[in-house]
Each structure stands twice: as C-alpha cells, then as structure tokens.
C-alpha cells in the first residue's frame, strides 16, 4: 500500500477588503502496488479535500490603480491512475573486464609505441 498526504496553507494580506483571505489545501492519495517487481501502481487521489482552494490576484497598470481580482478555480477532484515503471527490464549481460591488451588498444597502443597513451614519451601524453 502506498499512502501520501501533503497540507498546505494559503494566506493574502494587505489587499482590498474582502480579499485578505487564509484557506489550506489538503491532497491525499492511497495506491497499491502490483505486477512482477511491483512494477504496477493503480492510485485515487483526492485533490483539495476540504473544498477551500481559491485564487486571489493584484494588478498594478501603468496609472498606478490597483485591482484585487478573485478568480473561480478547479476545486475538490478526484483522480485515478495507474503507473507502470519502465525500470524493471531483465538483466542485461555483465561486461567482462578488459584485458591489458584490450586496455592498451584503447588507450591507443601498446608502450613504447609512441601512440597516445601508449608511453612513447615521459607523461603517456600525445606526440605530435
């Protein structure tokens, strides 16, 4: 089972009057998981659960007039989901470690090849 809660509150000061407001905002959520690895989720979320989420705005034009606005916002909703991760492939085939001639190969050359890396000069570095 998986659970999640979060609270949050919402304060506006210092507007018009009637818009100074305070309201919390309360998410939940309850969801199982299931499949192979727990690879699955389905999940209800209850957004706004107290029914109180609004949206207050202040705009200042280039006359200086101010406008509290109060806007009709998505109040309480519920959602269901289900979620598959991706990060549950099967196991891929593990690299073997490099040999030193694969290393030097890499590295371009074996020592005193002159190759970079390859230790033709004091530092490994390249020769031009």
Known sequence: ???????????????????NTSYWLWNAAVGKKFLKNKAGELKLSV?????????????????NTITDQQSRVLQQYFMLTFTY???????GKAASPATNEERRE???????????????????????
């Open 47 to 63: 957004f706004d659960l107290l029914k109180q989420n609004q949206s207050v705005s202040r705009t200042i034009d280039a006359n």
């Open 85 to 91: 991760s991706l990060r549950n492939f099967g196991k």
């Open 1 to 19: 089972m998986v659970l999640q809660n979060d609270v949050s509150n919402q304060t506006y000061s210092g507007l018009s009057e009637g818009f």
């Open 106 to 128: 890499w590295r371009g050359g074996a020592p005193g090849s002159g190759m970079p890396g390859g230790g033709g000069r004091p530092g490994g570095g390249p020769m031009f």
